[in-house]
């Protein structure tokens, strides 16, 4: 079966992601998890060096409204977080509405995942993945400009105006992340297809703020929600940071 086929609706949703071929969400290290605090353990690995981000025009990023993903213009456009020796590029961010993981038992209204690729080889590739829950409150002024370029499918279409509209405005993947340092971590996967296990998942504690009619944007390209049930921890561990 190909992938191109997956929803999170009446197509082939979340619980039947293992029959897309290539799959691997049968596995036993899936993500979303259930993060318990009381039951994280102490000295997680040090949170990825966020100095080597550049920032992104606008105009270059695509958007793909299937899944919510707004992707880097090129596999280095967005510069790189560093992890055990690696640098991994920024690939995309992925919108998920509600969130994928829950807190102490509570989904909050959204979660933003920053996806990082390292190269291995010219067929390998390893996945990062810093995730971002976000709670209604104050408007964001970075998120705004992803919704700019979400309404309408402004990056998809291209209409004239658009080039002129976004040329000066830049995006760096930091500029998402809340202040303090405080995270959560754990061996995941991809939360979409093929679900590839191995992934190095930082979460970060503190959440960011949309208003309410910033989500409601986002939440009308995701009608009834794109967030994947709660995986089984099957034995893992969670840090803390």
Known sequence: ??????????????????LLKGSKANGRRQSP????SAVTVE????????????????????FTSSHLEVESPS??????????????FFSNFHLHT????????????????VVH???????????????VHVNVGKENAELGKLIELIVNDKVRYRPAHFAEKVAKKTINPKSLYPQGSSYFYYMGSLTTPPCTEGIPFFLFDTPIEVSQEQLEKIEAYAPGGNNRPIQA????????G
Do not use: C
């Open 33 to 36: 998890i259930a993060i318990d």
């Open 1 to 18: 079966m190909q992938n191109h086929s997956w929803d999170y609706g009446h197509n082939l949703p979340p619980q039947l992601w293992h």
């Open 117 to 131: 690729t390292h190269t291995v080889t010219q067929k390998k590739s390893k996945k990062l993945v810093l995730g």
């Open 43 to 62: 000295n997680a690995p040090p949170l990825p060096s966020f100095k080597h981000y550049r920032a992104v025009a606008l105009s270059d990023f695509v």
């Open 233 to 240: 921890l099957n034995g893992r561990k969670v840090w803390r």
């Open 75 to 88: 596999p280095t456009a967005g510069g790189y977080v560093e992890h055990e020796g690696n640098q991994y």
């Open 98 to 113: 509600p969130s994928e993981h829950t807190f102490d038992g509570k989904y909050s209204a959204m979660e933003i995942h």
